[in-house]
């Protein structure tokens, strides 16, 4: 065995790689864009889960929601006795118009009881700043902190506001988030607008005069037992509330924001599984060939190193050390590129996502999955000539490789086709004779493709989607909504004005569509 083995391999491993710096650094950027991609999708994904659950749970989200027209407070005696109810709280809400300067558009949104003297059990409101209502000041509320921002409005501000037809003056006492509208968007919005959808919170009494439900409620919202089923306790919370208005109790994949959000996830975990192989598939591409034209290259130093008595492991393990240095190369960008985009995505999410706090934070366990996953795909791109290299025995490697026998190839066929002309059969037999360097060298080109694809997929997608929901779903200028149902005359009144070229009634009521065991609302 010769003394200083590891040592000469090394500088010999340096020389390498500074000669093919090029290539390293190419490959290298290749694996940092999968690791980036994989570190900001799986540590937002994360940091959104666990800061979602927090929240969620130390505000008490509820699971259902019971609307119903008008109910008598002493029900919620009653829905508190149904099997699988932990917590529930009954409350008034009603729609609000609000009359704001400087906007040409009107702005509508939800005013919402807050129970007097003590926090909500479920869907209790965290406080930005400012304080809870004063139970003897009927004309205080609270405002969600997005609208009151987008208005320049604060603690101590006033507002105008028509509430079931009565227009009143609001002071502002506070400025709060909700656990329910974490993604604040109006019902039939595409885009959440925080200038055009606001959420209001009143004091029970004082929101019982302004809503006309004196020692009633209309909506329940109810926190289940763990391991309670969604289904039973919906049912029997509908067939209490049936005689009184009841539309249907609803769980959390049908409640808007939460909704949003689950399908952000959704989105961010598919992303996540997507592109960052698709990278790595690339990069393992690519050290195939770097390696593989490497060895081809240093075979005569390979049977030398083997006749001085390097074995058939060291040589293998100092090409696998090459490749492991540009994986790391890759793998530090990557990390260091990942945590910068993962805190500029948390800031963007921040925007649209009202959490009372969003930090971007990856666990060691994305690092660690990042880096397996890099050096099996390096790894295994370099494994086919690696082997090859350490199989090579000292008298054949130091004499030039014998020429390749094509007679049996699959392009030897071509040499009589007189048809086609030399160079068309020139690129035929380099690829037949070569099926597994074209094919790899086609899935190579594929992957770009793809990557360039999913890429840019989103911006044809939301063209699509915006003409599809303005041009054919909707047609219309302007859109009267009303609070409650009202006669044809409205409707002929509104048609009449000028200006109104074509007009149409509808009315919209909820509804449950089930087909064998697949079930939406739909409202």
């Known amino acids: 065995m010769v003394t200083g083995l590891v040592s000469t ?33 799986a540590g ?75 926090a909500a059990s479920v869907n209790d409101v965290h406080l930005v700043r400012g304080r809870l209502p004063d139970p003897t000041r009927p004309d205080e509320a609270l405002v969600l902190e997005g609208f009151a921002l987008a208005h320049g409005l604060d603690v101590g501000d006033t507002l105008e506001a028509t509430i079931r037809g009565r227009r009143e003056r609001l002071v502002i006492s506070g400025l709060a988030l909700s656990p329910e509208y974490v993604y604040a968007i109006a019902p039939g919005q595409l885009v959440p607008e925080a200038r055009l959808f606001g959420v209001l919170w009143m004091d029970r009494d004082a929101l019982e005069n302004a809503a006309d439900l004196e020692g009633a409620f209309n909506e329940a919202v109810v926190r289940l037992s763990r391991g309670a089923e969604t289904a039973p306790v919906a049912a029997a919370l509908d067939r209490l509330l049936d005689r009184y208005g009841a539309t249907g109790a609803y769980g959390r994949r049908d409640q808007i924001s939460d909704a949003f959000l689950s399908s952000e996830l959704d989105q961010l975990s598919t992303m996540g599984a997507i592109l960052p192989p698709i990278f790595l598939a690339v990069a393992a591409f690519l050290v195939n060939i770097v390696i593989s034209r490497l060895i081809a290259v240093e075979r005569e130093q390979i049977g030398l190193l083997k006749a001085f008595g390097y074995s ?96 049996r190839s699959a392009g030897a066929a071509l040499t009589g086709l007189t048809a086609i002309d030399q160079q068309t059969r020139m690129i035929l037999r380099q690829i037949l004779r070569w099926p597994v360097r074209a094919g790899l060298t ?17 911006l044809d997608a939301m063209e699509v989607m915006t003409g ?56």
Request: aromatic residues 10%; glycine residues 8%; hydrophobic residues 55%.
């Open 9 to 41: 391999l090394d500088r010999k491993l340096m020389r390498d790689l500074w000669r093919m710096i090029g290539q390293a650094v190419a490959i290298a950027l290749v694996i940092a864009g999968g690791i980036a991609v994989h570190v900001v999708m």
């Open 468 to 523: 599809t929901y303005f041009d054919v779903a909707n047609r219309h200028d302007v859109a009267v909504r009303f609070t409650e149902a009202r006669s044809m005359t409205a409707y002929h009144d509104l048609a009449g004005r000028e200006g109104v070229l074509e007009a149409e009634p509808y009315r919209a009521v909820a509804a449950r569509l089930r087909f064998e065991n697949r079930e939406v609302l739909m409202a």
């Open 312 to 407: 058939a492991r060291e040589i293998a393990w100092h090409y696998l050390k090459l490749v492991g240095a540009i994986a790391v190369m890759g793998l530090v960008i990557g990390f260091s590129l990942g945590a910068w985009l993962g805190r500029a995505m948390a800031e963007m999410y921040a925007e649209f996502y009202r959490f009372p706090f969003l930090l971007f934070a990856a666990t060691p366990g994305v690092y660690a999955i990042g880096a397996l996953v890099t050096f099996a795909a390096v790894g295994g791109g370099a494994a086919f000539a690696v082997v090859r290299a350490a199989r090579l025995q000292p008298a054949v490697a130091m004499r030039p490789p014998p020429p390749p026998d094509y007679s």
């Open 44 to 118: 937002m994904l994360a940091s959104l889960s666990e800061t979602r659950a927090a929240y969620y749970e130390r505000y008490r989200f509820a699971d259902l929601w019971a609307p119903a027209v008008r109910a008598p407070n002493r029900l919620i005696d009653e829905i508190l006795a149904i099997e699988g109810v932990a917590a529930a709280e009954s409350r008034i809400q009603a729609p609000v118009l609000f009359d704001m300067e400087g906007i040409s558009e009107p702005a509508n949104g939800v005013i919402y009881s807050l129970p007097a003297g003590r």
């Open 442 to 458: 086609v899935l190579g080109i594929a992957l770009s493709a793809t990557t360039l694809v999913t890429s840019l997929y989103f």
